[in-house]
């Protein structure tokens, strides 16, 4: 059966893995699992028929050693969900007659590359092209922009790009490493 399920961890609810529908009910038959979420969609068998879930929790806590971060310009537009850090725009925004797509964005080196600015997850952000270029190799507070969050290193980093390009209801599960909200625009 095709389909993926977000494993979380019991009591954090933080995510573990990404694993198969089959092996989700595996879990859940043995007791050890619970449905946070189902999927529209509904397994049958002879004798009975139940939702298919999207989202299930360990009963009991497991101890899972932190992996360390791998920074990838696919994860930083996920982590900020596509949203410039510059002007806020997102995918669907109409910019002068034009409707944006996720193709409008790309990854911004705060501190440019040409600077010596690394690539990890503190250094880069989502950014739209015109700001992107806007920007060109200043630092934002030189080309008088501001950045509406702090970009953070996500504490699931490994599971960014799994759950980013997974279901929305998965979305929820991405934990940072602290609060990602963006700052008052009108700062
Ligand atoms: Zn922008």
């Not at 038959?29 to 004798?47: F, I, Q, W």
């Not at 806020?88 to 910019?95: E, K, L, S, T």
């Not at 501190?111 to 600015?117: F, I, M, Q, T, V």
Request: charged share 25%; proline share 6%; with cysteine.
């Amino acid at each position: 059966m095709q389909g993926r399920v977000l494993l979380l961890n019991g009591s954090t609810w933080e995510p573990l893995a990404v694993i198969s529908i089959a092996r989700a009910i595996s879990l859940i038959m043995a007791g050890k699992a619970v449905v946070v979420e189902e999927s529209e969609r509904v397994l049958r068998t002879v004798n009975t028929s139940f939702a298919v879930p999207s989202v299930i929790a360990l009963r009991r806590y497991v101890n899972v050693p932190r992996r360390k971060a791998h920074w990838s310009r696919k994860g930083v537009l996920l982590r900020d969900n596509y949203t410039c850090i510059y002007c806020g725009v997102r995918p669907g925004d109409v910019v002068r007659g034009k409707t944006l797509t996720k193709m409008d964005f790309t990854v911004d080196h705060i501190l440019p590359r040409s600077r010596n600015g690394k690539d990890n997850w503190t250094n880069t952000a989502c950014a739209c092209y015109s700001c992107n270029h806007r920007k060109g190799n200043r630092l934002p507070s030189e080309a008088g922009m501001k950045l509406r969050w702090e970009p953070r290193t996500p504490r699931t980093s490994y599971l960014v790009i799994a759950i980013g390009s997974g279901p929305d209801a998965w979305r929820h599960y991405i934990e940072l490493d602290a609060a990602n909200n963006p700052l008052d625009p009108d700062e």
